[in-house]
């Protein structure tokens, strides 16, 4: 079954790229606190935020990570692609109010079991504060 946003392996070339945009909003920090378990006061107190030496709460790295899982799935390749891997380092803080740029792009591609490896990024103020590597099976046009 296709789908027309799908890009399948055929037609993946390295250095195809996409980027998404988001900013970091409370709401967003609270929603995945409640999805992920995950209520460190670090995140979500402000008080005890403020004593750390990043001065302020900060976005949980797993929020910000995540919106790489949303192009793998939504954009590149997109739907059907099954993400298989994800090797990352945490570079800077994403605070609130912060605007990341979201990109993936094209790395390797290996015909057998048609998959593929994405450079990762995710950047605030031309800065990076996540890079990495994800692993992908990308659809083909026979499934």
Same mark, same amino acid.
């Given at each position: 079954m296709s789908h027309p946003d799908t890009k399948y392996y055929e037609?993946?070339?390295?250095g195809q790229a996409h980027e998404t945009v988001h900013t970091i909003r409370d709401e967003d920090i609270t929603k995945f606190a409640e =999805?992920?378990?995950?209520?460190n +006061? $670090?995140?979500m107190d402000e008080d005890y935020a403020a004593k750390t030496a990043f001065g302020q709460r900060i976005a949980h790295g797993a929020l910000t990570a995540?919106?790489?899982s949303g192009i793998l799935?939504?954009? $590149?390749? &997109? +739907?059907?692609?099954?993400?298989? &891997? $994800?090797s990352m380092r945490f570079r800077r803080p994403v605070y609130i109010g912060d605007e990341v740029t979201v990109r993936a792009e094209v790395?390797?591609?290996i015909d057998r079991g048609?998959? =593929?490896t994405l450079a990762v990024s995710c950047i605030v103020n031309g800065k990076r504060v996540i890079t990495g590597e994800a692993q992908v099976v990308a659809p083909t046009r026979e499934s």
């Open positions: 037609d993946l070339e390295i =999805v992920s378990g995950d209520y +006061p $670090l995140h995540s919106y790489i799935g939504n954009n $590149l390749p &997109g +739907p059907g692609a099954i993400f298989t &891997g $994800l790395a390797e591609k048609n998959r =593929v």
